[in-house]
């Protein structure tokens, strides 16, 4: 269940789904790391740079599940006042969806396709016990 876990974790951080967040708006004047912002400045966190923050990630460029096995898995949704509000639905939803899915399908290359084309995604075959098949697309919509 851990390295589960840290699969899902690792998909969003390195997926960078919501690479923004919502805006805000400054309601006094302020200072952060030595720019001064003043009041009703709208401010976006810029959410991709945290999420691949070399500072922070061992491999921040790489899919590297290892990044959520030592108990730092409550990044990606945001913390503090802001915390995203659907956080635990939406970790038991992806849970739920991702272990229904391994649990009900075999996933796996199609012959003859490399394993991965970091440009334009992979091809991936699910079969499932009644022998049915489904041919996915999985892109990247970002050079890695
Ligand atoms: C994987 C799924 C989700 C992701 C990646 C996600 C991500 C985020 C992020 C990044 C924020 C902070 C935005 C900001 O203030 O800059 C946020 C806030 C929020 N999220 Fe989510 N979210 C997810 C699912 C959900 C779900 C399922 C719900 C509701 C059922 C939800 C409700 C909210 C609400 C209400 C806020 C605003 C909180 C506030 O500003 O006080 N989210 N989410």
């Known amino acids: ?17 919501v690479p923004a967040g919502l805006p805000h708006m400054t309601y006094r004047d302020t200072e952060l790391q ?5 009041k009703g ?4 966190a810029n959410l991709s740079s945290v999420l691949k923050d070399e500072t922070v990630w061992e491999k921040p460029h790489q899919f590297y599940p290892e990044h959520f096995l030592d108990g730092k898995s409550s990044r990606g949704l945001v913390t503090g006042r802001r915390v995203c509000l659907g956080e635990q639905l939406a970790r038991m939803e ?23 084309d970091k440009k334009s995604g992979f091809n991936l075959k699910a ?7 489904a041919n996915l697309h999985l892109g990247s919509h970002s050079p890695v």
Not at 34 to 38: L, M, V
Not at 95 to 104: A, K, M, V
């Open 1 to 17: 269940m851990p390295y589960t876990n840290a699969v899902i974790h690792e998909t969003q951080r390195y997926g960078d789904i």
């Open 34 to 38: 030595g720019y001064f912002i003043p």
């Open 41 to 44: 400045t709208t401010v976006i």
């Open 94 to 116: 992806l849970f739920l969806f991702f272990t229904s899915l391994l649990q009900h399908f075999t996933f796996h290359l199609p012959e003859g396709q490399a394993s991965s």
């Open 127 to 133: 079969s499932c016990s009644q022998r049915k098949t």
